[in-house]
Protein backbone atom coordinates (compact mmCIF):
# COMPACT_ATOMS: atom_id res chain seq x y z
CA UNK A 1 0.00 0.00 0.00
CA UNK A 2 1.28 3.59 -0.99
CA UNK A 3 2.19 5.91 1.65
CA UNK A 4 -0.49 8.25 2.84
CA UNK A 5 -0.70 11.76 4.13
CA UNK A 6 -3.41 11.01 6.94
CA UNK A 7 -4.90 14.47 9.11
CA UNK A 8 -6.93 13.68 12.02
CA UNK A 9 -8.71 16.37 13.76
CA UNK A 10 -10.25 16.10 17.50
CA UNK A 11 -10.90 18.72 19.79
CA UNK A 12 -8.57 17.32 22.66
CA UNK A 13 -5.43 14.93 22.36
CA UNK A 14 -3.18 13.24 24.90
CA UNK A 15 -2.09 14.15 27.32
CA UNK A 16 -6.19 14.82 27.82
CA UNK A 17 -7.69 11.06 28.62
CA UNK A 18 -11.03 9.66 27.51
CA UNK A 19 -11.59 6.58 25.26
CA UNK A 20 -11.63 9.21 22.49
CA UNK A 21 -8.45 10.40 22.70
CA UNK A 22 -7.34 6.98 23.31
CA UNK A 23 -9.00 5.81 20.66
CA UNK A 24 -7.33 8.09 18.22
CA UNK A 25 -4.08 7.85 19.93
CA UNK A 26 -4.04 4.39 19.00
CA UNK A 27 -4.70 4.06 15.60
CA UNK A 28 -2.53 7.24 14.38
CA UNK A 29 0.48 5.23 15.92
CA UNK A 30 -0.22 2.40 14.53
CA UNK A 31 -0.90 3.59 11.25
CA UNK A 32 2.33 5.88 11.93
CA UNK A 33 4.02 2.60 12.78
CA UNK A 34 3.04 1.37 9.16
CA UNK A 35 5.26 4.27 7.60
CA UNK A 36 2.00 6.55 7.29
CA UNK A 37 2.50 10.29 7.87
CA UNK A 38 -0.06 11.34 10.74
CA UNK A 39 -0.83 14.74 11.80
CA UNK A 40 -3.15 15.19 14.66
CA UNK A 41 -4.60 18.49 15.04
CA UNK A 42 -5.98 19.81 18.31
CA UNK A 43 -6.88 22.17 20.70
CA UNK A 44 -3.97 23.35 22.58
CA UNK A 45 -6.25 22.55 25.98
CA UNK A 46 -3.12 23.18 28.47
CA UNK A 47 -1.15 26.13 27.53
CA UNK A 48 2.00 24.06 28.70
CA UNK A 49 1.76 22.03 26.16
CA UNK A 50 3.79 22.60 23.42
CA UNK A 51 2.48 23.97 20.24
CA UNK A 52 4.31 21.14 17.90
CA UNK A 53 5.60 18.26 18.68
CA UNK A 54 6.27 14.39 17.19
CA UNK A 55 5.05 11.57 19.63
CA UNK A 56 5.72 8.50 18.40
CA UNK A 57 6.30 9.15 15.54
CA UNK A 58 2.72 11.18 15.25
CA UNK A 59 3.01 15.10 13.87
CA UNK A 60 0.85 16.64 16.76
CA UNK A 61 -0.12 20.13 16.09
CA UNK A 62 -1.89 22.01 19.12
CA UNK A 63 -3.70 25.22 18.08
CA UNK A 64 -4.51 28.34 20.98
CA UNK A 65 -7.98 27.40 22.47
CA UNK A 66 -8.54 30.86 24.71
CA UNK A 67 -12.36 29.80 25.19
CA UNK A 68 -14.25 27.15 25.88
CA UNK A 69 -18.49 26.52 24.86
CA UNK A 70 -19.75 24.02 27.34
CA UNK A 71 -17.32 20.84 26.94
CA UNK A 72 -15.64 22.63 23.60
CA UNK A 73 -12.32 24.59 22.52
CA UNK A 74 -12.82 27.90 20.39
CA UNK A 75 -9.82 28.20 18.52
CA UNK A 76 -9.00 30.84 16.35
CA UNK A 77 -6.66 29.91 14.34
CA UNK A 78 -8.24 26.44 13.56
CA UNK A 79 -9.66 27.66 9.72
CA UNK A 80 -6.37 28.88 8.49
CA UNK A 81 -4.40 25.89 10.12
CA UNK A 82 -7.33 23.59 9.04
CA UNK A 83 -6.90 24.41 5.64
CA UNK A 84 -3.13 24.48 5.21
CA UNK A 85 -2.89 20.94 6.75
CA UNK A 86 -5.86 19.81 5.03
CA UNK A 87 -4.39 20.75 1.22
CA UNK A 88 -1.19 18.69 2.13
CA UNK A 89 -3.70 15.51 3.25
CA UNK A 90 -4.54 12.22 1.23
CA UNK A 91 -7.10 11.86 4.12
CA UNK A 92 -9.26 13.66 6.47
CA UNK A 93 -9.96 11.85 9.36
CA UNK A 94 -12.09 13.69 11.41
CA UNK A 95 -13.57 12.56 14.86
CA UNK A 96 -17.33 13.36 16.27
CA UNK A 97 -18.53 14.66 18.65
CA UNK A 98 -16.89 17.92 17.66
CA UNK A 99 -18.00 21.38 16.29
CA UNK A 100 -16.30 21.95 13.52
CA UNK A 101 -17.52 19.10 11.51
CA UNK A 102 -19.12 21.07 9.12
CA UNK A 103 -16.01 23.09 8.23
CA UNK A 104 -13.99 19.58 7.84
CA UNK A 105 -16.57 18.19 5.22
CA UNK A 106 -16.15 21.65 2.83
CA UNK A 107 -12.39 22.13 3.14
CA UNK A 108 -11.46 18.00 2.42
CA UNK A 109 -13.86 18.25 -0.78
CA UNK A 110 -12.07 21.35 -1.71
CA UNK A 111 -8.71 20.03 -1.09
CA UNK A 112 -9.51 16.83 -2.79
CA UNK A 113 -9.11 14.51 0.34
CA UNK A 114 -10.67 11.77 1.27
CA UNK A 115 -12.96 12.21 4.49
CA UNK A 116 -13.84 9.52 6.76
CA UNK A 117 -15.28 10.22 10.24
CA UNK A 118 -15.59 8.41 13.41
CA UNK A 119 -18.36 8.97 15.87
CA UNK A 120 -17.36 8.44 19.65
CA UNK A 121 -21.19 9.41 19.98
CA UNK A 122 -23.74 11.01 19.97
CA UNK A 123 -23.80 14.97 22.11
CA UNK A 124 -25.76 14.64 25.20
CA UNK A 125 -24.95 17.70 27.25
CA UNK A 126 -26.87 18.68 30.32
CA UNK A 127 -29.89 19.91 31.06
CA UNK A 128 -30.41 23.86 29.81
CA UNK A 129 -32.33 25.74 26.81
CA UNK A 130 -28.21 26.63 25.44
CA UNK A 131 -27.02 23.12 26.05
CA UNK A 132 -30.01 22.19 23.76
CA UNK A 133 -29.20 24.59 21.45
CA UNK A 134 -25.56 23.43 20.77
CA UNK A 135 -26.96 20.52 20.11
CA UNK A 136 -29.21 21.15 17.16
CA UNK A 137 -26.89 23.00 15.76
CA UNK A 138 -23.79 21.00 15.83
CA UNK A 139 -26.11 17.83 14.69
CA UNK A 140 -27.30 20.12 11.60
CA UNK A 141 -22.98 20.56 11.00
CA UNK A 142 -22.67 16.71 11.30
CA UNK A 143 -25.19 16.16 8.69
CA UNK A 144 -23.57 18.50 6.07
CA UNK A 145 -20.44 16.49 6.99
CA UNK A 146 -21.99 13.58 6.01
CA UNK A 147 -23.15 14.29 2.55
CA UNK A 148 -19.43 14.81 2.29
CA UNK A 149 -17.92 12.20 3.72
CA UNK A 150 -16.75 8.87 1.93
CA UNK A 151 -16.71 6.92 4.89
CA UNK A 152 -18.50 7.10 8.78
CA UNK A 153 -16.93 4.71 10.98
CA UNK A 154 -18.81 3.39 13.79
CA UNK A 155 -18.30 1.12 16.78
CA UNK A 156 -21.26 -0.91 16.31
CA UNK A 157 -23.61 -1.88 13.65
CA UNK A 158 -26.06 -1.81 17.09
CA UNK A 159 -25.20 1.65 17.98
CA UNK A 160 -25.53 2.67 14.39
CA UNK A 161 -28.67 1.93 14.07
CA UNK A 162 -29.89 3.63 17.07
CA UNK A 163 -27.89 6.78 16.64
CA UNK A 164 -29.39 10.35 16.43
CA UNK A 165 -27.04 10.93 13.59
CA UNK A 166 -25.52 7.65 11.82
CA UNK A 167 -29.53 6.27 11.68
CA UNK A 168 -29.53 8.54 8.69
CA UNK A 169 -26.33 7.13 6.93
CA UNK A 170 -26.75 3.70 7.45
CA UNK A 171 -25.29 3.61 3.56
CA UNK A 172 -21.69 5.13 4.24
CA UNK A 173 -21.24 3.47 7.69
CA UNK A 174 -18.17 1.02 8.14
CA UNK A 175 -18.48 -0.77 11.69
CA UNK A 176 -15.02 -0.68 12.91
CA UNK A 177 -14.33 -1.99 16.41
CA UNK A 178 -12.63 0.47 18.60
CA UNK A 179 -8.80 0.13 18.83
CA UNK A 180 -8.46 -1.73 22.56
CA UNK A 181 -4.83 -2.88 23.51
CA UNK A 182 -3.57 -3.37 27.32
CA UNK A 183 -0.85 -5.72 28.72
CA UNK A 184 -1.42 -8.75 30.99
CA UNK A 185 -1.97 -8.25 34.83
CA UNK A 186 1.10 -9.08 36.80
CA UNK A 187 -0.74 -11.51 39.26
CA UNK A 188 1.56 -10.16 42.27
CA UNK A 189 0.74 -6.61 41.52
CA UNK A 190 -2.81 -7.63 41.49
CA UNK A 191 -3.20 -9.35 44.26
CA UNK A 192 -1.14 -6.89 46.56
CA UNK A 193 -3.49 -4.04 45.18
CA UNK A 194 -6.61 -6.21 46.36
CA UNK A 195 -5.20 -6.58 49.63
CA UNK A 196 -4.74 -2.78 49.80
CA UNK A 197 -8.40 -2.04 48.56
CA UNK A 198 -9.95 -4.76 50.80
CA UNK A 199 -7.56 -4.98 53.60
CA UNK A 200 -10.54 -7.01 55.52
CA UNK A 201 -11.40 -9.25 52.48
CA UNK A 202 -14.76 -9.19 50.44
CA UNK A 203 -15.78 -8.62 47.24
CA UNK A 204 -14.60 -5.73 44.58
CA UNK A 205 -16.70 -3.73 42.20
CA UNK A 206 -15.01 -1.41 39.54
CA UNK A 207 -16.36 1.43 38.19
CA UNK A 208 -13.73 2.75 35.53
CA UNK A 209 -14.86 6.15 33.53
CA UNK A 210 -15.28 9.98 34.36
CA UNK A 211 -17.28 10.40 37.62
CA UNK A 212 -19.79 12.44 35.30
CA UNK A 213 -23.85 12.18 35.27
CA UNK A 214 -24.41 10.53 32.29
CA UNK A 215 -22.31 7.47 33.27
CA UNK A 216 -24.69 6.94 36.39
CA UNK A 217 -22.58 6.56 39.21
CA UNK A 218 -25.29 7.13 41.60
CA UNK A 219 -26.88 4.08 40.43
CA UNK A 220 -24.08 2.06 41.55
CA UNK A 221 -23.91 4.46 45.17
CA UNK A 222 -27.47 3.40 45.30
CA UNK A 223 -26.82 -0.53 44.99
CA UNK A 224 -24.58 -0.72 47.88
CA UNK A 225 -26.69 -1.03 50.52
CA UNK A 226 -28.42 -3.89 49.04
CA UNK A 227 -25.91 -5.58 47.74
CA UNK A 228 -24.07 -5.20 51.05
CA UNK A 229 -26.76 -7.73 52.57
CA UNK A 230 -26.00 -10.37 50.10
CA UNK A 231 -22.35 -10.00 50.15
CA UNK A 232 -20.89 -8.49 53.32
CA UNK A 233 -18.11 -5.97 53.09
CA UNK A 234 -18.25 -5.56 49.13
CA UNK A 235 -16.89 -2.64 47.95
CA UNK A 236 -16.91 -0.19 44.90
CA UNK A 237 -13.46 1.13 43.79
CA UNK A 238 -14.03 4.33 41.52
CA UNK A 239 -11.34 4.86 38.90
CA UNK A 240 -11.13 8.15 36.60
CA UNK A 241 -11.17 11.70 36.85
CA UNK A 242 -13.55 12.55 39.55
CA UNK A 243 -13.95 16.44 38.60
CA UNK A 244 -13.63 16.76 34.93
CA UNK A 245 -14.37 20.65 35.12
CA UNK A 246 -17.67 21.07 32.91
CA UNK A 247 -19.42 19.81 35.98
CA UNK A 248 -18.95 18.62 39.13
CA UNK A 249 -21.23 15.39 40.09
CA UNK A 250 -18.12 14.36 42.79
CA UNK A 251 -19.72 17.07 45.10
CA UNK A 252 -23.93 16.50 43.95
CA UNK A 253 -23.50 13.02 44.84
CA UNK A 254 -21.47 13.81 48.05
CA UNK A 255 -24.07 12.72 50.75
CA UNK A 256 -24.64 9.19 49.15
CA UNK A 257 -20.78 8.75 49.10
CA UNK A 258 -20.54 9.66 53.19
CA UNK A 259 -23.69 7.55 53.56
CA UNK A 260 -21.63 4.54 52.01
CA UNK A 261 -18.45 5.33 54.32
CA UNK A 262 -16.20 2.77 53.77
CA UNK A 263 -17.62 0.60 50.84
CA UNK A 264 -16.24 3.65 48.59
CA UNK A 265 -13.04 3.89 47.31
CA UNK A 266 -11.64 6.41 44.65
CA UNK A 267 -8.24 5.86 43.30
CA UNK A 268 -8.41 8.39 40.83
CA UNK A 269 -7.32 8.78 37.37
CA UNK A 270 -4.95 6.03 36.05
CA UNK A 271 -2.77 6.84 33.17
CA UNK A 272 -0.38 3.75 33.29
CA UNK A 273 -1.60 0.66 31.26
CA UNK A 274 -0.20 -1.98 33.44
CA UNK A 275 -1.23 -0.29 36.68
CA UNK A 276 -4.49 -0.22 34.96
CA UNK A 277 -4.25 -4.01 33.97
CA UNK A 278 -3.50 -4.91 37.64
CA UNK A 279 -6.76 -2.75 38.66
CA UNK A 280 -8.94 -4.28 36.72
CA UNK A 281 -7.51 -7.90 37.52
CA UNK A 282 -7.52 -6.87 41.30
CA UNK A 283 -11.31 -6.33 41.21
CA UNK A 284 -14.09 -8.74 40.60
CA UNK A 285 -16.58 -7.02 38.34
CA UNK A 286 -16.27 -4.33 36.11
CA UNK A 287 -20.03 -2.11 36.28
CA UNK A 288 -20.86 0.15 33.57
CA UNK A 289 -24.06 1.65 34.40
CA UNK A 290 -24.22 4.31 31.96
CA UNK A 291 -27.29 6.21 30.72
CA UNK A 292 -26.09 6.92 27.06
CA UNK A 293 -22.53 5.37 25.92
CA UNK A 294 -21.36 4.85 22.25
CA UNK A 295 -19.50 1.31 23.91
CA UNK A 296 -17.57 1.48 26.58
CA UNK A 297 -13.83 0.36 25.86
CA UNK A 298 -13.26 -0.04 29.96
CA UNK A 299 -15.70 -3.23 29.31
CA UNK A 300 -13.14 -5.01 27.12
CA UNK A 301 -10.39 -3.91 28.70
CA UNK A 302 -11.76 -5.30 31.72
CA UNK A 303 -12.69 -8.80 29.97
CA UNK A 304 -9.37 -9.02 29.02
CA UNK A 305 -7.44 -9.28 32.66
CA UNK A 306 -9.87 -11.91 33.43
CA UNK A 307 -12.76 -9.22 34.95
CA UNK A 308 -16.74 -10.10 33.86
CA UNK A 309 -19.16 -6.65 33.31
CA UNK A 310 -22.23 -5.44 34.13
CA UNK A 311 -23.48 -2.99 31.66
CA UNK A 312 -26.20 -0.94 30.91
CA UNK A 313 -28.28 -3.01 28.25
CA UNK A 314 -28.44 -0.05 25.70
CA UNK A 315 -27.19 0.49 22.05
CA UNK A 316 -23.43 0.30 22.02
CA UNK A 317 -23.16 -0.66 25.15
CA UNK A 318 -24.52 -4.17 25.50
CA UNK A 319 -22.12 -5.37 22.48
CA UNK A 320 -19.06 -6.31 24.73
CA UNK A 321 -21.44 -8.66 26.47
CA UNK A 322 -23.58 -9.58 23.76
CA UNK A 323 -20.29 -10.72 21.79
CA UNK A 324 -18.94 -12.13 24.33
CA UNK A 325 -21.39 -13.71 27.34
CA UNK A 326 -18.56 -12.54 29.71
CA UNK A 327 -21.03 -10.53 32.29
CA UNK A 328 -24.54 -9.70 32.43
CA UNK A 329 -27.00 -6.48 31.17
CA UNK A 330 -29.91 -4.72 33.25
CA UNK A 331 -32.46 -2.55 32.74
CA UNK A 332 -30.81 1.12 31.94
CA UNK A 333 -31.70 3.73 35.74
CA UNK A 334 -33.46 0.32 37.69
CA UNK A 335 -31.56 0.30 40.71
CA UNK A 336 -32.94 -3.25 41.52
CA UNK A 337 -31.60 -4.42 38.12
CA UNK A 338 -28.57 -3.71 38.54
CA UNK A 339 -28.22 -5.50 41.83
CA UNK A 340 -29.76 -8.60 40.53
CA UNK A 341 -27.14 -8.67 37.85
CA UNK A 342 -24.61 -7.60 40.14
CA UNK A 343 -25.21 -10.24 42.63
CA UNK A 344 -25.79 -13.28 39.72
CA UNK A 345 -22.49 -12.64 38.10
CA UNK A 346 -20.68 -12.61 41.91
CA UNK A 347 -22.34 -15.35 42.78
CA UNK A 348 -21.44 -17.48 39.32
CA UNK A 349 -18.14 -16.06 38.50
CA UNK A 350 -16.78 -18.77 36.46
CA UNK A 351 -19.92 -18.68 34.21
CA UNK A 352 -18.93 -15.66 33.38
CA UNK A 353 -15.60 -15.77 33.45
CA UNK A 354 -13.95 -14.24 30.24
CA UNK A 355 -11.41 -16.07 28.25
CA UNK A 356 -8.73 -13.63 26.74
CA UNK A 357 -8.40 -15.10 23.66
CA UNK A 358 -11.54 -15.12 22.72
CA UNK A 359 -11.43 -11.82 23.60
CA UNK A 360 -9.10 -10.55 21.55
CA UNK A 361 -10.04 -12.27 19.04
CA UNK A 362 -13.68 -10.72 19.22
CA UNK A 363 -11.88 -7.10 19.28
CA UNK A 364 -9.08 -7.64 17.38
CA UNK A 365 -6.88 -4.84 17.24
CA UNK A 366 -4.87 -5.46 13.88
CA UNK A 367 -7.69 -5.95 12.23
CA UNK A 368 -9.27 -2.61 13.03
CA UNK A 369 -6.20 -0.52 11.76
CA UNK A 370 -6.49 -2.36 8.65
CA UNK A 371 -9.93 -1.34 8.27
CA UNK A 372 -8.75 2.16 8.63
CA UNK A 373 -6.09 1.61 6.61
CA UNK A 374 -8.14 0.45 3.57
CA UNK A 375 -10.76 3.00 4.06
CA UNK A 376 -8.29 6.19 3.85
CA UNK A 377 -6.28 4.60 0.52
CA UNK A 378 -9.79 4.37 -0.90
CA UNK A 379 -9.31 0.47 -1.03
CA UNK A 380 -12.08 -0.40 1.42
Known amino acids: MRRLSILAALQYYLPHRSGYTLHV ?20 HDPALAARETVAG ?17 MPGYPLAAWRHARAAD ?24 LAVTHHGDLHLPAGRWNRAIERVTLAGWHMAARRADAIFAYSADYAAHSTWLARWQGKVVVNAPP ?29 GRFVREKRPDLLLDAIAPLRVRHPGLR ?26 DAVRFVGLIDDPQALANLYAACDLLVLPSQTECFGLVQVEAMLCGTPVVASDIPGARV ?19 VEAIDDVLVHRERYRPDRARIRHAFDFARTIDVYERTFSGEA
Do not use: K
Open 25 to 44: QRVAEALAARGHRVTVLAAR
Open 320 to 338: PVLETGAGRLFDCGSVASL
Open 180 to 208: IVLPEPDPAASQALRRELAPEGGLLVLFA
Open 236 to 261: VVFAGEERPGYEDTRSELGPRIDAAR
Open 91 to 114: AVWANSPMAELALWGAMARRAGAR
Open 58 to 74: VDVVRLAAPLRVSRGAL
